[in-house]
């Protein structure tokens, strides 16, 4: 009996100290404190059916400035990327929120240039990783870091990524992507890159790339010819010549 009350007062007194679920206002008073940790982590108390356009622009508010205070370091040069995505799970809302994609994508960026100037593994994998939704400009100037200095096919993931779905994208016109959707081109055509290069030369980025594609099956290597030679008659881009060379090839 002693024992049973002693147990139903630490649980009276355990209800009596419990925090009440916050509430918008709530909210509103570690906003303007600063106190983003706390506003993220308690926001979730805030009931579904009254989570409103203001609620989300607190979570976003929050969000953004979390992966603005996150310092990368050499050894997780990713680390406010990584931030990021977790956020971008946790409140699916935000990949909609211009504030937040442009700190998103900015830190993603960061993080692989940091990583490429350490010669750090699986950069260019793991920038994939975090960038998912990214948008084209910042895939594009993440392909362009990873193409200087480095064989030019090693860009064909990012540079398929800046052309995403799009047929004609601007991003079609950028000089260094040229260079590399050739240098793809030109490996083995079971390769990832040279089926990414195929897609973007001959399905988003023709009308941008097929004078140079033309201009290159000129001298050709086997294996530009095994990807390109197909793709090409299909859209009558070849001439007598190279029909021939393709022939030849048995292509």
Known sequence: MKRHAVVMACLMSTVAVAKPPATLADLQAL????????????AEEV????????WRGLVTEAATAEVEAVTPTDKEPFAAARKAHTLGQRYAFLTKAPAYTAVRDA????GLERCLAKEGRDCV?????????????????????VRQGRFAYVAMPLFALAVGERK????????????????ALDLPKDDARAAEARKVAFERCWAALGAKL????????????????QPMRTRKALTELQDDLCKDAEL
Request: charged share 20%; glycine share 6%.
């Open 168 to 183: 004609d994208s601007e991003a079609c016109k950028d000089e260094a992507l040229g260079e590399t959707v050739l240098a």
């Open 47 to 54: 009931p579904p059916a009254t989570r409103t356009e203001a």
């Open 31 to 42: 906003s303007s404190q600063q106190a983003w940790a706390e506003l993220l982590e308690r």
């Open 214 to 229: 033309k201009a290159a099956t000129v001298g050709a290597s086997s294996s530009f010819l095994a990807n390109t030679c």
């Open 107 to 110: 830190s993603a960026v960061k």
């Open 125 to 145: 994998e793991t920038y994939q990783q975090l960038a998912v939704g990214t948008g084209p400009e910042s895939a594009l100037k993440a392909a362009r870091l």
